[in-house]
């Protein structure tokens, strides 16, 4: 555009230019994914062929190899040798294992393997059972590398079960009265998935770490930095560290209550999900447990025992409510991030225990609710449904409700990334500076309206600091989308007479 306040000459006229600067898209913000920390299987299973040698050795190519056998918990198979034939190798007899180890303990040892000869003073000799330099054999073992404990993001169902083994047992246990859990983390995937997350990131629980509690301390501070961990569920397992304790139960609820508040604090909005050991002894009951707690961040399930059906043995079986809250978070996961779980239906469950079913009536659902646990209940339709979508802190709506928190932590991350990637900071500040800060983030608010995130915004205002000239602040209002959780009708029975004509015309 012509400078017309100049020396230099323009033309009369109208002159138009764009002094607009560009829109910043803020990056997606990941809603869809469920994060899941808690024991699994512990260990992998891998198969390989290898050649053997007696004057050398051959190294496996995993590292963690178990090369003896572990009684457990988890009990861990020594590896299995055969030759292409399937003849089966003995160890100490036909083949031995050297195991280097590496730094870092167990996880990054290389373990080497190493044919024997039935004359340790000829090693060209064949072994006991006629294993001879140059012949390959297949060797499948378990291991348990440094990547396991690490969180990983899968979208496939085989594959976390490739990687933290079956979700449930394939054989009944002698005590019809036992769990067929086989891996936690693998079960709470399923469900997880089953319930519309589009992915899950799965945490397994290091044994190496401590009880059960220090376990899962050590795998929160593994999901401290990370955005796409907005919707967690720790896997209360019932074990060592006693998970049907009221008090135990407290220290852990509470452990991750405080993650979440202090992760969202530093930028990541997250909320937890959590259900209880099905050993629970509820002495102290779930609306206690909910109370002490009062967290907008913490979501406390009910009932802490479901049935599941195990299609390998025929059967249902008792899980307990941690898989429940796994269900919930998927649901939500599923959800837009303005939608709750207000009678939501979950799946992935063929009901609930009949004692634990009697015992579910309105009064005890209303005390639950009132203090701030989501129950799940069966409705008329005789469908597994949300009552109400509640967290453990009821002392306002903005809090109660699950959705309104998370459309401010998705806010959050839409104006944090959207500001950032409009390359704004750094640059000088010149005359313009403020209208290119409200210009990027009435886009990203615009954005934000336009995904259906927020209802709406206002009162957009931008300044330059005047004790500090580097910084420019930013404030706006927004309008968040608020739950419809009632809706009162009101009828009432007329019993006023008109007059009627009969048939054949005559006046009643």
């Known amino acids: 555009m012509p400078d017309i306040s100049s020396a230099t000459y323009s033309p009369p006229g109208v002159y138009v230019s764009d002094d607009s ?3 910043v898209a803020p990056r997606s913000v990941a809603t869809s994914t469920v994060t899941l920390v808690g024991p699994a299987l512990g260990y992998e299973t891998f198969s390989e062929v290898l050649t053997v040698y007696s004057a050398s050795v051959t190294a496996l190519t995993q590292r963690g190899v178990y090369a003896q056998a572990v009684t457990g918990p988890p009990a861990i198979a020594a590896p299995v040798v055969r030759t292409l034939s399937g003849q089966l190798m003995t160890f100490g007899d036909d083949y031995t294992f050297v195991v280097v180890a590496g730094t870092g303990g167990a996880s990054t040892a290389v373990t080497q393997i190493k044919r024997l000869s039935a004359d340790e003073g000829d090693l060209t000799k064949p072994s006991p059972n006629g294993l001879e330099d140059g012949d390959q054999v297949r060797i499948t073992y378990q291991f348990t590398n440094s990547s396991y404990y690490e969180p990983t993001e899968f979208e496939d169902y085989d594959q976390v079960v490739a990687r933290y083994g079956p979700a449930l047992l394939s054989v009944a ?11 936690p983390l ?7 998935l089953e319930n519309g997350a589009v992915s899950v990131i799965c945490l397994p629980t290091n044994p190496v770490a401590g009880d059960l509690r220090a376990q899962l301390a050590a795998a929160y501070r593994k999901l401290e930095t990370n955005h796409m961990a907005q919707l967690i569920v720790p896997l209360l397992v019932d074990g060592a560290y006693d998970t049907h304790t009221p008090e135990n139960v407290q220290n852990l609820l509470a452990d991750i209550k405080l993650h979440c508040e202090t992760a969202a604090s530093n930028g990541y909005g997250r909320i937890a999900f959590a259900g209880v050991a099905a050993t629970y002894d509820n002495t102290v009951g779930h609306d206690q447990l909910a109370i002490q707690q009062e967290s907008k961040r913490l979501v406390l399930a009910y009932p802490n025992r479901m049935l599941m059906f195990n299609s390998a043995v025929n059967a249902s079986t008792e899980v307990d409510g941690f898989y429940l809250a796994a269900a919930m978070a998927g649901r939500l996961a599923r959800n837009p991030v303005n939608r709750g779980l207000t009678k939501q239906t979950i799946s992935s469950f063929t009901g609930m225990p009949a004692l634990v079913a009697q015992g579910m009536t309105r009064s005890f659902r209303d005390s639950l609710s ?13 469908r597994l449904m949300v009552r109400h979508g509640v967290s453990t802190d009821v002392s306002s709506v903005l809090h109660q409700e699950i959705s309104t928190t998370r459309i401010g932590d998705t806010l959050l991350q839409m104006v944090q990334s959207g500001m950032e990637a409009s390359g704004l900071v750094g640059e000088p500040i010149t005359a313009e500076m403020t209208m290119s800060v409200k210009s990027s983030l009435v886009g990203i608010l615009e954005q934000a309206v336009g995904d259906a995130v927020i209802v709406a915004y206002d009162q957009v205002l931008v300044r330059q600091m005047s004790t500090d000239p580097s910084i420019i602040e930013a404030r706006f209002v927004y309008k968040p989308a608020i739950p419809l959780n009632y809706i009162v009708i009101k009828f009432a029975v007329d019993l006023t007479t008109g007059e009627t004509t009969a048939e054949g015309g005559e006046e009643l």
Do not use: D, H, W
């Open 186 to 192: 693998t079960l709470a995937a399923k469900v997880a």
């Open 21 to 23: 600067t560009p829109v």
């Open 173 to 183: 246990p002698v005590n019809p009265m036992a769990s067929q859990v086989a891996s």
């Open 370 to 382: 009132r203090s701030g646990v989501c129950v799940a209940e069966i409705n008329s339709a005789n």
